[in-house]
């Protein structure tokens, strides 16, 4: 695990290099996609560097870890609205070529066919991270097991809690979620994690330093061979 510490801003052009590299050496690689606030800087950079010819999505192909289900792509709190918004309509990706799981009528057999696809594709090159205030990574909870593939996800009260500010009432946040595993996720060849604020220094410290278990779902990444954890001064304040 390779940790760097940087100021947000500087992280993540960090970050977005790797992209740029990956790409330069392989138009068509697989890159894996998070959504919530930490990515949006990535993001931005993607778009910036897209625009300025430094970097082409032309032939890549995405796969985003997670959807609410319920919500349709169009609904602007999904995911699919989400990654149109923020990165796809600003980048030159095919849109055919960019996946999120689909959160309408889904059943765990449905949301296994999502591993098939990536692997279809050759698998992921490239996936991006970020963590919930209780260890998740992608909507896996604690206790989701380390085996797990895509597969459909009750949300946690501090989930629920957490993603109620973006919804006009807690009551109409989503209560269930489709989610790649954490095998999907280990099954990347390589991972870039981000983490920002004091608020993620408490499980930032955690995954890296605390004991590998379920009940820390992203203190599994100790075991992935390469992992890049991009982080900034106050989540890394108590390293
Ligand atoms: C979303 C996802 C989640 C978020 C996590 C942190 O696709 O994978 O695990 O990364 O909830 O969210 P933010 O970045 O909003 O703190």
């Keep these: 695990m390779k940790i760097i510490v940087d100021t947000p801003e500087k992280l993540a052009q960090l970050a977005a290099q790797r992209y740029v590299e990956l790409l330069k050496n392989k138009p068509n690689a697989v890159l894996g996609y998070a959504t919530g606030s930490t990515p949006l800087g990535l993001y931005g950079e993607l778009a910036r560097l897209n625009a300025a010819g430094e970097v082409s999505f032309a032939e890549a192909t995405t796969f985003n870890l997670d959807e609410y289900v319920g919500l349709e792509g169009t609904h602007d709190q999904s995911y699919r609205y ?10 030159d990706i095919k849109k055919e070529n960019t996946n ?12 296994a066919q999502y591993d098939k696809a990536i692997e279809a594709a050759g698998g992921i090159d490239l996936q991006l991270l970020g963590i919930g205030h209780n260890g998740h990574i992608g909507f896996n909870e604690p206790g989701t ?7 459909v996800v009750d949300l946690t009260e501090s989930t629920i809690n957490a993603n109620a500010r973006f919804f006009e009432s807690i009551n109409d946040v989503p209560t269930q979620a489709v989610s790649m595993g954490i095998k999907t996720v280990m099954n990347a060849r390589s991972i870039i994690f981000i983490a920002l604020g004091a608020d993620k220094a408490e499980i930032v410290k955690k995954m890296i330093c605390g004991e590998v278990t379920p009940e820390v779902p992203a203190s599994v990444l100790q075991l992935h061979p390469d992992v890049e954890v991009y982080i900034d001064h106050a989540a890394a304040s108590l390293l």
């Design 100 to 111: 999120v799981p689909c959160g309408i009528d889904m059943t765990n057999e449905k949301a």
């Design 145 to 151: 097991p380390f085996g797990s593939v895509t597969h």
């Design 82 to 91: 989400f990654m149109n918004k923020n990165l796809f309509d600003k980048i």
